[in-house]
């Protein structure tokens, strides 16, 4: 190598590696914007199913049940889901379901806020599941979820007369009253159980949407991801 050729060679090792960071920039940006997509899709596409009147109850995945409060493992919530199949508590399960849909129809700008606040780190912690970014979301936000869940879920309630009915059935001194459930309880039960349906039906739309992916983004997230 000339002497000549010696400087050209190294301004030019230097601007190279000089441009690198700006091309990781650029990749962590796509992939960002993929990750971030990928949920988005998968979250909509799960709250649309599960908002469809009916949704919650017609399957058993997901279906609400009364909490299970009591002694004996939950055996006097256990009856009373029992005793609503037998018509026996107002039809208070399906007002439930009823409840967790109208929550799950208003449930999207919820998850979008959450979605859009992951980052580019969570990316390592999503690669080796078909629904590891909606498990990921879960872990890291399942607190901010429930929280603002809450509220569409007691509107709900109110909404379809559901804490009408409990109210009515502790007046009766039926066993929900003897269950110990209260607004506070059942209020709570429900969100869980709405959270947990949410979640089952976006993992599955996620695993659906890396297997097919739509976009660019998409398909380069999902060669990152070895799916």
Not at 21 to 38: C, K, N
Not at 83 to 104: C, F, H, M, Q, V
Not at 122 to 141: E, F, H, K, M, W
């Amino acid at each position: 190598m000339s002497q000549r050729e010696f400087p050209i060679k190294r301004r030019m090792l230097l601007l190279g590696l000089a441009a690198l960071p700006f091309a990781a920039g650029a990749q962590a940006q796509v992939l960002g914007s993929g990750l971030t997509g990928l949920l988005g899709k998968a979250s909509d596409s799960a709250l649309d199913k599960l908002a469809v009147p009916g949704a919650f109850y017609a399957d058993p995945a997901v279906r609400i049940m009364l909490p299970l409060v009591g002694g004996a493992g939950g055996l006097l919530g256990q009856v009373l889901n029992q005793g609503s199949k037998l018509g026996l508590t107002d039809g208070l399960t399906r007002k439930l379901n009823d409840a967790a849909g109208l929550a799950a129809k208003e449930a999207k700008p919820v998850f979008r806020a959450a979605i859009g606040r992951l980052t580019l780190a969570d990316v390592p912690g999503i690669a080796t599941q078909n629904d590891g970014a909606s498990q990921y979301l879960r872990r890291s936000a399942a607190s901010e979820l429930t929280a603002k869940l809450r509220p569409l879920v007691d509107s709900g309630l109110v909404k379809v007369g559901a804490y009408g009915a409990l109210d009515k059935l502790a007046k009766k001194g039926a066993l929900a009253q003897l269950a110990g459930i209260s607004h506070e309880k059942l209020g709570a039960s429900v969100t869980d159980q709405v959270l947990n349906g949410i979640f089952k039906y976006m993992g599955t739309e996620e695993a659906k949407l890396r297997t097919n992916p739509l976009k660019p983004a998409e398909s380069l997230l999902k060669g990152i991801l070895g799916n």
